[in-house]
T-cell receptor, first 110, second 114 residues
Framework: EDQVTQSPEALRLQEGESSSLNCSYT??????LFWYRQDPGKGPEFLFT???AGEEKEKERLKATLTKKESFLHITAPKPEDSATYLC???????????FGKGTKLSVKP | EPEVTQTPSHQVTQMGQEVILRCVPI?????FYWYRQILGQKVEFLVS????????KSEIFDDQFSVERPDGSNFTLKIRSTKLEDSAMYFC????????????FGAGTRLSVL
């Protein structure tokens, strides 16, 4: 069964303290790996998509990387406004639907 | 910036009643999806829709659920006879043809079944 697992479930950082979020996946015929940001009571907001091992994408303080088994979301010098739940999702095989992990809730304290 | 719009933002209903959740996808998108998120749980896929028909559905999407694109802009999810366990956030998403896999989500409808 296709599965996406994220760790840690929650992460508390001080402003400026860099860290990484992990997403491991077992998806047959991975077509894409996606990162979304979700604020409380809102829908997922698209951040990145990665398609092949070794690929990297960057946006402001965020950088996403992909290997054959996992993806990392690196957060460099985070600010309080980066506080949110970060969701990892994958598509595989002939399916177009996203398979989501449970997310990592990030809190950044000033 | 184009966005997916969902109405209502919150729907309260009695068990056994029918509800219709509405979505206006991004205007030039052709692939449409419904997902749900029970409080504290993962976002789960319900159904995808393309070319006026269902292309994929999950085990959750049983005979109580149906989807429709009644006109050129709206995409609806109907639950025929709601159950307590249908209480969740329901998200609509859409994607275009070129970057088909990138799905853009609406803000969601919170469904509360009493």
């Amino acid at each position: 069964e296709d599965q996406v697992t994220q760790s840690p479930e929650a992460l508390r950082l001080q402003e400026g303290e860099s860290s990484s979020l992990n997403c491991s996946y077992t998806v047959s015929g991975l077509r894409g790996l996606f990162w979304y940001r979700q604020d409380p009571g809102k829908g997922p907001e698209f951040l990145f998509t990665l398609y092949s091992a070794g690929e990297e994408k960057e946006k402001e303080r965020l950088k996403a990387t992909l290997t054959k088994k996992e993806s990392f979301l690196h957060i460099t010098a985070p600010k309080p406004e980066d506080s949110a739940t970060y969701l990892c999702a994958a598509t595989g095989g002939s399916q177009g639907n996203l398979i989501f992990g449970k997310g990592t809730k990030l809190s950044v304290k000033p | 910036e184009p966005e997916v719009t969902q109405t209502p933002s919150h729907q309260v209903t009695q068990m056994g009643q029918e509800v219709i959740l509405r979505c206006v996808p991004i205007s030039n998108h052709l692939y449409f999806y419904w997902y749900r998120q029970i409080l504290g749980q993962k976002v789960e896929f319900l159904v995808s829709f393309y070319n006026n028909e269902i292309s994929e559905k999950s085990e959750i999407f049983d005979d109580q659920f149906s989807v429709e694109r009644p006109d050129g802009s709206n995409f609806t999810l109907k639950i025929r006879s709601t159950k307590l366990e249908d209480s969740a956030m329901y998200f609509c998403a859409s994607s275009g043809t070129v970057a088909k896999n990138i799905q853009y989500f609406g803000a969601g409808t919170r469904l509360s079944v009493l």
